[in-house]
C-alpha cells in the first residue's frame, strides 16, 4: 500500500510538500486555482517541488493537454509519467507510482 497526502490546490500541495520527502506526487494540471491560469499543477507545484526535490517523481494526470503538451511544460530532469485522465486504469497508475518509488529508492 501507499501514505498519500491530499491537497486540492497549490498552496496545499506546497504545504504538504514542506513536510516530505515524497517518494512520488500525483498531479492533475488543473488543480483549483487561485489565479486565473487554472493549470497551478503543472506551472506552479510541479516546477517548485522539482526544485525543493530533484528526486521527486510525478504522475500528470491531465484531460486538458495532451502528453507532448505537458512534457514541453516540465523542467529539465523531472522524471514523469503521463496519463490521459479519461483513458486509464487504476492498476497501469499503481504500476507506475511503484515504478517512481522505485527509482527514486535506488
Do not use: M, W
Not at 488543473?30 to 510525478?58: M, N, Y
Not at 479519461?86 to 507506475?96: M, T, Y
Amino acid at each position: 500500500g501507499f501514505e498519500v497526502t491530499v491537497a486540492s490546490n497549490a498552496v496545499e500541495a506546497f504545504q504538504a510538500l514542506s513536510q516530505g520527502p515524497f517518494a512520488a506526487a500525483i498531479l492533475d494540471v488543473r488543480l483549483d486555482s487561485f489565479d486565473d491560469t487554472d493549470d497551478e499543477g503543472i506551472s506552479t507545484v510541479l516546477p517548485g517541488a522539482h526544485r525543493q526535490d530533484p528526486l521527486l517523481g510525478f504522475i500528470v494526470i491531465s484531460s486538458y493537454y495532451n502528453e507532448s503538451e505537458v512534457k514541453s511544460r516540465v523542467p529539465e530532469g523531472a522524471k514523469v509519467i503521463y496519463f490521459d485522465k479519461n483513458n486509464f486504469r487504476a492498476d497501469e497508475l499503481v504500476h507506475a507510482l511503484e515504478q517512481l518509488c522505485r527509482s527514486r529508492n535506488g
